[in-house]
């Protein structure tokens, strides 16, 4: 009896301890190994990314198939480009800037910008995206509220709420200056708050 009680201690440790886990390896220690020649390294950085890539891609283009195609070429692109990441900015960084890149091939190839029809929500819940989650009709919605920004404007709003990069990381991203970031970031909120007034009058 006493054997299977000790057992059980161990089993199930106390809820609250001293022991930190042990961190995850950071994004360089992963690059080196890849560059290394460990391709499961890269595997990692994949999983780490791909769910955000996938939702700042897909607020950008708007088609799933067109989103899976540039996600699956924004990593290729990195894997065989990897040497090159000098690391002035953060990995995350650069795999939105790929990304971006490819979403203005697309949009230029394809000479037009889908407009959709705006409907009502509540300006506030773009503040706390974490919301949507339990309710896809809201979610919708803000889809259809970004997707009718200006592309910059819309990648610049994705990439800070959405993707949490700082302003500093956005403009390294867009080529633009910290401050042009902002004013296009306050220029969509601005916009997205003033489509909402116009339909509740």
């Known amino acids: 009896m ?3 009680r000790a057992t059980a201690r161990v089993t199930h440790p106390r809820p609250y301890t001293n022991v930190k886990p042990a961190p995850a390896e950071d994004d360089a220690v992963l690059i080196r190994g890849t560059l290394a020649g460990r ?13 955000m890539l996938y939702a700042f891609v897909y607020r950008c283009v708007h088609d799933h198939e067109q989103t899976a195609d ?5 990593f290729l692109q990195a894997y065989v480009h990897l040497a090159q990441f000098s690391g002035r900015s953060t990995f995350k960084t650069w795999l939105h800037q790929i990304a971006l890149n490819r979403c ?4 230029r190839s394809a000479h037009s910008r889908q407009h959709v029809p705006l409907d009502e929500t509540h300006a506030a819940t773009l503040a706390a995206p974490d ?16 997707a009718r920004l200006p592309l910059r404007q819309r990648a610049v709003l994705t990439l800070r709420i959405f ?4 302003f500093k990381e956005i403009a390294r991203v867009e080529g633009i200056t910290e401050n042009s970031a902002k004013v296009n970031y306050h220029h969509a909120i601005a916009r997205l708050r003033h489509w909402l007034r116009e339909r509740e009058s």
């Not at 540039?70 to 924004?74: G, H």
């Not at 203005?104 to 949009?107: A, C, F, G, P, V």
């Open 2 to 4: 006493s054997a299977r």
């Open 39 to 51: 391709r499961a390294d890269f595997d990692v950085l994949v999983q780490r990314y791909q769910k």
């Open 70 to 74: 540039v996600v699956q070429a924004t």
């Open 104 to 107: 203005r091939q697309m949009h």
């Open 131 to 146: 919301t949507t989650e339990h309710n896809p009709g809201v979610k919708n919605l803000l889809e259809r509220l970004i």
């Open 163 to 166: 993707s949490d990069l700082p």
